[in-house]
């Protein structure tokens, strides 16, 4: 059974640095596209930064040059530094995998982990 477990997110201030991790159970991760995704209240959730099986990322606007998305198959594990975090990237943030070679969209998502909370504060 496929799991994904990630890290506890955390609270900064504006102009800080988190980095998220998520852990993959069950299966090789070096076979799923992978992704990070974000909801924040009221809102519907997005895409983040997204990898396909050769590990060409793609990155939401409102992330990009800030955010890296990168993983280590030896180690089954997804990881997302967020670098000069702003108050709008407070979210509930969920890491995803799918059994595709590229998964651009939400729907191509076949797992999904719990979600960790980050919070900025200004």
């Known amino acids: 059974q496929v799991q994904l477990v990630e890290s506890e997110g955390g609270s900064v201030q504006s102009g800080g640095s988190l980095r998220l991790s998520c852990q993959f159970f069950?299966?090789?991760?070096?076979?799923?596209?992978v992704g990070w995704f974000r909801q924040a209240p009221g809102k519907e959730r997005e895409a983040v930064a997204l990898?396909?099986?050769?590990?060409?990322?793609n990155y939401a606007d409102s992330v990009r040059g800030r955010f890296t998305v990168s993983r280590d198959n030896a180690k089954n594990t997804l990881y997302l530094q967020m670098n000069s975090l702003k108050p709008e990237d407070t979210a509930m943030y969920y890491c995803?995998?799918?059994?595709?070679?590229?998964?651009?969209?939400?729907?191509?998502?076949?797992?999904w982990g719990q979600g960790t909370q980050v919070t900025v504060s200004s």
């Open positions: 995803a995998a799918g059994v595709r070679w590229s998964c651009p969209e939400t729907d191509d998502y076949n797992y």
């Open positions: 069950g299966h090789s991760y070096s076979n799923y596209c």
């Open positions: 990898l396909d099986i050769s590990d060409g990322a």
